[in-house]
Nanobody, 119 residues
């Protein structure tokens, strides 16, 4: 059973930074895609950043240049470094994981960690 656990959310002022983490356990594949999604108040869930099994990274346009997705050397922990945060970045952030390529969709989801940007 695959389990994803996010942490690192919180409340910061606009312009500040947060670093989210997601630990994946129970994966039998050695390499798989992982991603961050978010859902703001009244908004649909959107993809924020992905990292495929080969290390290829993608970002939604609104976070390019401000957010950085990465993994640890074991590829079992996913990070999202969020800088220059804006109020529109507020929402629940979810970690997700799938097969080798995120393009084909996510199979597993975490419960989310909240991010609130004020000011």
């Amino acid at each position: 059973q695959v389990h994803l656990a996010e942490s690192g959310g919180g409340s910061v002022q606009a312009g500040g930074s947060l670093r989210l983490s997601c630990v994946a356990t129970g994966y039998t594949n050695s390499r798989y895609c992982m991603a961050w999604f978010r859902q703001g108040p009244g908004n649909e869930r959107e993809g924020v950043a992905t990292i495929d099994s080969d290390g290829t990274k993608t970002y939604t346009d609104s976070v390019k240049g401000r957010f950085t997705v990465s993994q640890d050397s074991t590829q079992s922990t996913l990070f999202l470094q969020m800088d220059s945060l804006k109020s529109e970045d507020s929402g629940m952030y979810y970690c997700a994981a799938g097969g080798s390529w995120c393009l084909y969709g996510m199979k597993y989801w975490g419960k989310g960690t909240p991010v609130t940007i004020s000011g």
